[in-house]
């Protein structure tokens, strides 16, 4: 063999090892790199000065616990995987998809919440579009976020519909609500977050969704040190319960709600039946009623706050009163 071969070879094998690790780097710069989307509310949302969402609060508990920046950079859901494998971030958050062509790319973290296809239609149209045969059809207009797995899901089984394509996934819910379009493809937890925060909107099929997977976050191949790090810190959030209250915080999980139980009356009956009124919206004739049949559920499925407030008012009002959990 030449010595110029062998060389050639020693300095290969020797520029293997020297590879920096993308956690080492991140650690010796002092951030990490989040690509995100911004669109997919309520996991990452841009509001055109700051990034909001589960997936954000979960960048910043990482960056805490690396004891790193968080720098967010912009990317799409076409881009998601080729902005990983040219370096123009560390890791990709905000609602993606665990799935196998991304695994074959991509390192994926273990995953986080089991959710599922579902759609997203106008106020009162739930039961016109509750299964794929009612929208699988040209007169439904049907639309989705390009590069997403919501594209994929509705080329797939609603071949016949007349879709509409946005590059943004924040537009899909504005052209339902707008009427422009029928129907949205999204997932249980973004249609549960619009039928609540959206009087136009209401969610359909969402609590019996089409399809079940889970969300997780995407590292660059062979990666694994950075991988570990990432899915310890998961671990440590399910186990101190930080996973759940983020979820709260981003009303991806549903509030207990309580019912304002009237049990008994020692005051004034006028003055009750007043309190009674107020608190539901009753007539007089109705609140006289309630007060005479005791005890009563006079509010349920109420935010424990709002619950305890009513049942104040009507304590002041003489009343004995209970607030319960909903069972």
Not at 233 to 246: N, P, R, S, W, Y
Request: net charge negative; with cysteine.
């Amino acid at each position: 063999m030449k010595a110029s071969h062998l060389i050639a070879i020693v300095a290969l094998s020797f520029s293997s090892f020297a590879v920096a690790d993308q956690l080492d780097d991140i650690l010796e710069k002092g951030v990490i790199r989040v690509g995100t989307t911004g669109d997919y509310k309520p996991f990452s949302f841009y509001d055109g000065e700051t990034y909001s969402g589960y997936d954000i609060d979960v960048a910043q508990y990482l960056g805490e616990q690396l004891g790193v920046n968080v720098e967010f950079v912009p990317t799409t859901w076409k881009g998601l995987l080729e902005g990983l494998k040219e370096d123009k971030y560390d890791i990709a958050m905000g609602g993606i998809t665990r799935r196998m062509q991304r695994q074959l790319n991509a390192e994926q973290t273990q995953g986080y919440m089991v959710f599922g296809k579902c759609f997203l239609v106008a106020k009162g149209n739930a039961g016109k579009y509750d299964t794929l045969e009612k929208v699988n059809t040209p007169s439904v207009r049907v639309g989705v976020n390009i590069g997403g797995t919501n594209e994929k899901f509705a080329e797939r089984h609603l071949p016949n519909a007349t879709f509409t394509k946005f590059e943004n996934n924040l537009d899909v819910p504005k052209a339902v609500a707008a009427g422009d379009v029928d129907v949205m493809v999204t997932e249980t937890p973004e249609g549960f977050f619009y039928e609540v925060t959206d009087a136009k909107l209401e969610a359909s099929r969402c609590d019996d969704p089409f399809t079940r997977s889970q969300f997780g976050y995407l590292i660059p191949k062979g990666e694994q040190g950075l991988l570990n790090a990432v899915n310890f810190a998961i671990d440590e959030m399910k186990l101190k319960g930080i996973e759940t209250e983020l979820m709260r915080k981003n009303q991806l999980v549903a509030e207990p709600k309580f019912e304002v139980v009237l049990v008994g009356a020692d005051g004034n009956k006028v003055d009750l039946i007043q309190a009674v009124k107020d608190a539901t919206g009753l007539s007089l004739i109705e609140s006289k009623s309630v007060v005479e049949q005791l005890p009563m559920v006079l509010k349920e499925n109420m935010r424990k706050g709002d619950a305890e407030k009513v049942a104040a008012a009507l304590i002041e009002a003489g009343a004995t009163v209970e607030v319960k959990p909903v069972q």
